[in-house]
């Protein structure tokens, strides 16, 4: 079964920045897309990002492009999620998610997989 432990939350300013980490295991994960997601509090989890087996191709929704930038170490079987200017709506649990790779360019946005997630508060 496939294992990720994300790691990077915490409280940070508006304007600042975080860094999230997760890291995958109990996969190949060469072939697998990955993807990070989020929950605030009352509200449905939402799709944040998501980056191809390769590193090659990503997506992000509308709220956090430009701000944030997925990518992966696949030496490390690892993904990364960068976020800069942070704001307050960001405030929300962060998970990481997997699946298998079912296009060679265009990344999944529906996994299979998930970690227990990361807490991000930005305070105002």
């Known amino acids: 079964q496939v294992q990720l432990v994300e790691s990077g939350g915490g409280l940070v300013q508006a304007g600042g920045s975080l860094r999230l980490s997760c890291a995958a295991s109990?996969?190949?994960?060469?072939?697998?897309?990955m993807g990070w997601f989020r929950q605030a509090p009352g509200k449905e989890r939402e799709f944040v990002a998501a980056?191809?087996?390769?590193?090659?191709?990503?997506k992000y929704t509308d709220s956090v492009k430009g701000r944030f930038t997925i990518s992966r170490d696949n030496a490390k079987n690892t993904v990364y999620l960068q976020m800069n200017s942070l704001e307050p709506e960001d405030t929300a649990a962060y998970y990481c998610?997997?699946?298998?790779?079912?296009?060679?360019?265009?990344?999944?946005?529906?996994?299979?997989?998930w970690g227990q997630g990361t807490q991000v508060t930005v305070s105002s």
């Open positions: 998610a997997a699946a298998p790779t079912r296009s060679w360019y265009v990344p999944r946005t529906d996994f299979d997989s």
């Open positions: 109990r996969l190949r994960f060469t072939t697998y897309d």
């Open positions: 980056i191809n087996w390769s590193g090659g191709n990503t």
